[in-house]
Each structure stands twice: as structure tokens, then as C-alpha cells.
């Protein structure tokens, strides 16, 4: 084809392209659309391969309805990511398992294997750029016909350049290339992604359909090791200007592992069928906490999961400047239950501006796929999670240019915690850090109670440096200077502390969040007087604010302090703390390495004896 004599393609890319015209170079989204459905005309249609000893397996089946695909797997494992589906390939600097190590094996074979097989099928050959058009990185997807939807999804995701307006002398620095039966002969089932690093293109081999760690995370991580490279990073968080309704703003950028609240910190708070907002729920009294809100900030959301912290974007106000790195937003909707949890979302996607592609929902062809229905994984027990991809462009209010970030929160899931039954559920509702524990925070990134996302979570475990490592093929120190660093270099943006489910005896939600949203945006800031904090008891959840005043309505002291919660007490939050203390102590041994900053090694000594909070601050004052 002609089109790929504009392209600069590594070796074995063009000896599989080499002659072959039985490729598709999409030229539209709509095709895109009618590929993931096995054709125009197709309402309905099975992804299936040929497996050796297994017969023809359905991987996918994909369903017409009249807001989108819908997209569901048989396999009920192959509904969300695994969180151990990475290998590296190649002998470069890494603190991940290798595949000869996990497999006894070198990857040639198994690499030349898949190629092979790709020689054998049509293709769908997409050129697309990876972080954006902008400031974003040549790469390439190559997947066999009948998985279409894969291939939409990604152009949602990431984008797309049609085959007319590639440009001459276009060369990926990444190919992804998809071989979704391999995970039966090779890999016993489970979701596999390779990595093979190598000094003229990253090449990532994505051997099942489920998008999260290939499409999703696997061009994250081909980010993350650009950034290495170059000296910066790609922060895992969402990212939000807030309008408030006396038109002052603020931006916040919200990350934490898998779980962590994320999207939700670019949602509208939810309410009540009456308005109101319910702000918690002791669960052992049942006794709730309702407010009254007339009138909520305008958001404007920038990032939803990925967010691009590049040197070219930095100004000289010294805070942290984001653009998105994606082009479209995977968005979890496990905790819409019925019509009206979130209108903003559900009118989206119910009369979304062209058709979406759903995962996970149950929806017959035809139909209007609802947010609420979810696939059933057994009798009674929906799908954790269930996903649309909604381009930003579909998003109001969207933002698309570079913005400083005046705020850095970091969730966490929290379990319910109390004096009979103590959890690291101790945290409040809303606590300041000083720049160094806000660091270490990144550093331990804690995945947390009940996590949606991954398919295993057992208590409280590390997602690892950034909260990004299970995307990262490097090292851990590497990143962790690198985070430091981008800390040191953006005094001027503040740090908070925010935990979503629940606070103590108190089931919350995301509703911390969302509160504090509202509440720092009318103040102007995380700035507060010495006044307005006092220490934690828990010197790693930084200050504790004495009191938060939201639309006339000052909040219980119980959020903000969960040792005064009676369920709780001196003796539940101390044992909290001490739960949580072990844990960072236990993670930050994996950064004990002769690389690590000398900054760094002082702020995890502090840790280690058990410093207090000013100690963290005399490091790295909170600047004024």
C-alpha cells in the first residue's frame, strides 16, 4: 500500500506489513465502529479465534445499541485488569519480573510465534500519537480484523490519524501488537502484556482483549519510560479547574491508585432524591448526615486519569502545569445503581453526541445501554467494573490547554474502622501535608479497601511509587527521584490528604472529596493559618483541620479528627495508626538504594523513627 511507504517502521514491522494489501489503515471513527462489529450491516457479533487443543473460543462478543457497542467477555477474569499481566522482555534497567524469569524462557520464540500468526490474518494497521497531538509520541497498533472494538476503543482512548493525513516520515517509537489467543496456549488463560524495550522502538505484545492493561495502561507505560528518558513524568491523576459561583477558581489534580477517586473528582457531587447531599452514615447508629448545597462550583475538567507534567508546559508561577494525555477517558460507572446517581454522566452516554463503547453492561442489541445495568458475573453480583470510553471532546466544559495546578490531593480507600475492630481507616476528611509527606505518600500510593478495578485486592497494599509503578518498567528509585524533584521544583502547589468509602464508623463515599472541592475552591486554597490545623495524632496524615464551614453548615470534628468519633477513641485510631505505620515502614524499604536522592533518604529516616510533622516540614517547608 502506498500509505506505508510514508512510514519509517522498525525492522519486523515491515517485513509483517511488507506486500501485503489485505491491511485496513483506518479512515474514520464510523469505520472504526462498523470493524468492531465484523462489518456494516452487523448488530451483533462474536470475537472467537481458533485455539489449538481448545476449539474456537469466544473472547468477546460485541452488541449494537442505539447509544454505542457494547461490549461483554464470557470469561468472567477477563473483566478487569490483572494487576500482574506485565513481564519485561528485554535486559534493560528494571524493578519488574522478567519474562525469562517468570517463564524459564527467552522471549524470541514466543515473540516470533505471534508475529507469525499476525502474518496470517487481515490487519488493522492504526498510526496514532501517544500523549496527544501535541507534545505526543509517534506509535502504532497492529491487531488482527475481528477485534475492531479494540482497536476503536484505542482510537477513543489515544486518538487516531486517518490513513490520508499521515504524515511522511511518520516512525513509531511504540507498537502495540495484539494476539489475544496466545493467553491459552502460553499463559494458562490469564491477561499477558509484554514489554520489550528496545533501543529503536518499544514494542508492547498485548495477548488479550481486555484494553485496561494494554490499550489503557500499556501506552501509559510507554509514557512513563519516555518520561524517564527525559526527565519527567506522567502523573496518574485527574485533574480539575473549579469555577465557584463568585467566579473564583481554583485547579486541583487528584491521584491515588486504582480506586482512589479519581474520575470522581471531575464528577458533580451526588445528591439526594430530595436535594440534599448526604454527607456520611454511622454505621453502627445509622444516624446520617445531611446538608444543604444550593449551589455547587462549575467544574471544568482537564485530566481524567493520565496527566502530562512535561517541561515544556512549566511556567515561572513555580506551580505544576498538566495537559491530558489521552484523548478519550475510561471511566468506571460501578457505582451507579440506579437512574439519577450521577445525571451529568448518564444523560452523556444515554444521548451521548455519537455512539460510545461500553464494557461490561448488560444491554441487548437495540436497546439504550444503561449506566446502571451492569453484566452479571454471578446471580446477584454485578460486575465491579463497568466501563465506558467517553472521548473529551463529548465532555462540557472541557479543558484543553495547559493548566497550573494549585492543589495536589492523594486518596485513598478506607475501610470502616473502630475501637473493636481497628483499620487504617483512621484518616479525615480532609488533611494538609507538608511537601515531604506528601511524597512519601506517592511513594507507598496505597491501593486500598474494597478496590473495583484490579481483580484481587487483600487489605491494604501497595500500588507502588506514583501510584503509576504497575505501568512502569523502570525502577523504583528512578521514579522516586523523579517525583521528588518535580515536588522540589513546583513549591507553590499544595498538598491534601483525602480518603473515599469511609471515615471511622462513618460510611462517606467519595463525598470527602467532593467536599473539600467545594469547600478549598470558596477559600481560595489550601492555605491555613497555624489557627486553623493542629498536628494528627498520626504524624503521617500531616495536619487536621479544627473546623470545616460549608454553605453555613460547620461539619462534625468527628470527620475531621476520627479519634473523637466514641466508635473510635484513643485506642481504635492508635492502632490505626500503627497499622499504617507498618505499612509505609514496610514499603519504603524497597526504596533503600544507592540512587535514591539524599533528600530522599533523610525524608524516609524521618519515617522510620517516627518523626513528627514539623520535622517533615523543616525538609521541605510548606512555601508561603
Known amino acids: 500500500m502506498d500509505v506505508l511507504k510514508k512510514m519509517i517502521l522498525p525492522e519486523a514491522l515491515e517485513k509483517l506489513l511488507d506486500g501485503r494489501e489485505d491491511i485496513i489503515i483506518p479512515e474514520s471513527r464510523t469505520q472504526l465502529l462498523s470493524l468492531a462489529l465484523g462489518g456494516e450491516g452487523r448488530d451483533f457479533f462474536e470475537v472467537e479465534y481458533q485455539v489449538p487443543d481448545n476449539g474456537v473460543v469466544v473472547e468477546a462478543t460485541v452488541s449494537l445499541c442505539k447509544n454505542g457497542a457494547v461490549v461483554n467477555y464470557p470469561d ?3 473483566r478487569r485488569r490483572d494487576p500482574d499481566c506485565m513481564v519485561i522482555a528485554d535486559d534493560g534497567r528494571s524493578d519488574k519480573e522478567r519474562f525469562s524469569d517468570r517463564y524459564g524462557d527467552d522471549f524470541s520464540a514466543l515473540r516470533n510465534k505471534a508475529l ?21 509520541y509517534p506509535a502504532i497498533l497492529i ?20 490513513a490520508r493525513e499521515i504524515p511522511d516520515g511518520f516512525a513509531p517509537r511504540a507498537v502495540i501488537y495484539l494476539a489475544p489467543p496466545f493467553r491459552h496456549t502460553h499463559f494458562d488463560g490469564r491477561q499477558m502484556v509484554v514489554h520489550n524495550r528496545q533501543s529503536d522502538v518499544y514494542e508492547l505484545f498485548s495477548f488479550n482483549l481486555y484494553p485496561g492493561p494494554s490499550a489503557k495502561k500499556g501506552v501509559y507505560g510507554v509514557l512513563i519510560k519516555i518520561g524517564e528518558e527525559e526527565g519527567w513524568i506522567t502523573a496518574h491523576g485527574s485533574t480539575v479547574k473549579i469555577i465557584t459561583p463568585y467566579d473564583n477558581s481554583i485547579s486541583i489534580m487528584h491521584e491515588g491508585a486504582s480506586g482512589g477517586g479519581k474520575s470522581e473528582m471531575i464528577e458533580e457531587i451526588h445528591r439526594e432524591l430530595d436535594g440534599r447531599i448526604l454527607v456520611a452514615k454511622n454505621l453502627i447508629t445509622d444516624e446520617k448526615l445531611l446538608i444543604e448545597m444550593s449551589e455547587t462550583c462549575e467544574l471544568r475538567p482537564v485530566t481524567d486519569d493520565m496527566a502530562l507534567c512535561h517541561p515544556k508546559l512549566q511556567t515561572e508561577s513555580k506551580k505544576l502545569v498538566v495537559t491530558d494525555a489521552e484523548q478519550g477517558w475510561f471511566l468506571r460507572t460501578n457505582h451507579i445503581t440506579h437512574y439519577g446517581t450521577d445525571r451529568y454522566l448518564e444523560n452523556m452516554c444515554i444521548h451521548p453526541k455519537e455512539p460510545l463503547i461500553f464494557l461490561n453492561y448488560d444491554a441487548a442489541v437495540g436497546s ?14 454485578p460486575c465491579p467494573n463497568p466501563r465506558v470510553i467517553m472521548p473529551r471532546h463529548h465532555v462540557p466544559n472541557v479543558v484543553s490547554t495547559p493548566t497550573e495546578v494549585d492543589v495536589r490531593s492523594f486518596g485513598v480507600r478506607t475501610p470502616p474502622c473502630t475501637a473493636e475492630h481497628p483499620t487504617y481507616g483512621i484518616i479525615g476528611m480532609l488533611h494538609i501535608l507538608p511537601p515531604a509527606l506528601a511524597w512519601l505518600w506517592r511513594l507507598v500510593a496505597p491501593r486500598g479497601h474494597d478496590n473495583p478495578s484490579v481483580t484481587e485486592t487483600d487489605g491494604m497494599e501497595s500500588e507502588g511509587v506514583g501510584s503509576y509503578w504497575p505501568f512502569a518498567t523502570g525502577k523504583k528509585v528512578d521514579q522516586a527521584n523523579l517525583l521528588l524533584n518535580q515536588i522540589l521544583q513546583t513549591p507553590n502547589t499544595r498538598y491534601i490528604l483525602l480518603p473515599n468509602q469511609n471515615i471511622g464508623a462513618y460510611k462517606v463515599g467519595f463525598m470527602p472529596q467532593w467536599i473539600a472541592r467545594e469547600y478549598l475552591a470558596r477559600r481560595g486554597g489550601a492555605r491555613f493559618s497555624t489557627e486553623q490545623i493542629r498536628e494528627s495524632k498520626c504524624s503521617l496524615l500531616g495536619y487536621s483541620l479544627k473546623s470545616i464551614k460549608v454553605e453555613g453548615k460547620i461539619l462534625p470534628r468527628e470527620l475531621l479528627e476520627v479519634d473523637r468519633q466514641p466508635e473510635v477513641g484513643d485506642a481504635g485510631f492508635d492502632a490505626g495508626a500503627m497499622i499504617l505505620s507498618q505499612f509505609f515502614k514496610r514499603e519504603l524499604e524497597k526504596f533503600d538504594a544507592p540512587d535514591l536522592d539524599p533528600l530522599g533518604k533523610k525524608i524516609i529516616e524521618l519515617c522510620k523513627s517516627d518523626a513528627g510533622v514539623k520535622d517533615y516540614e523543616a525538609l521541605i517547608p510548606i512555601h508561603l
Not at 507469525?116 to 505526543?136: D, K, S
Not at 491487531?143 to 489515544?158: C, K, M, R, S, T
Request: hydrophobic share 50%; with cysteine.
Open 76 to 78: 468472567i477474569y477477563m
Open 143 to 162: 491487531a488482527p480484523e475481528n477485534a475492531g472494538f479494540f482497536a476503536a476503543g484505542l482510537a477513543d482512548l489515544q486518538g487516531f490519524i486517518p
Open 368 to 381: 439504550t445501554c444503561l449506566l446502571w445495568e451492569h453484566i452479571m458475573d454471578a446471580p446477584g453480583k
Open 116 to 136: 507469525h500468526w499476525l502474518t496470517e490474518r487481515r490487519l488493522i494497521v492504526m498510526p496514532f500519537m501517544a500523549g496527544g497531538n501535541n507534545l505526543g
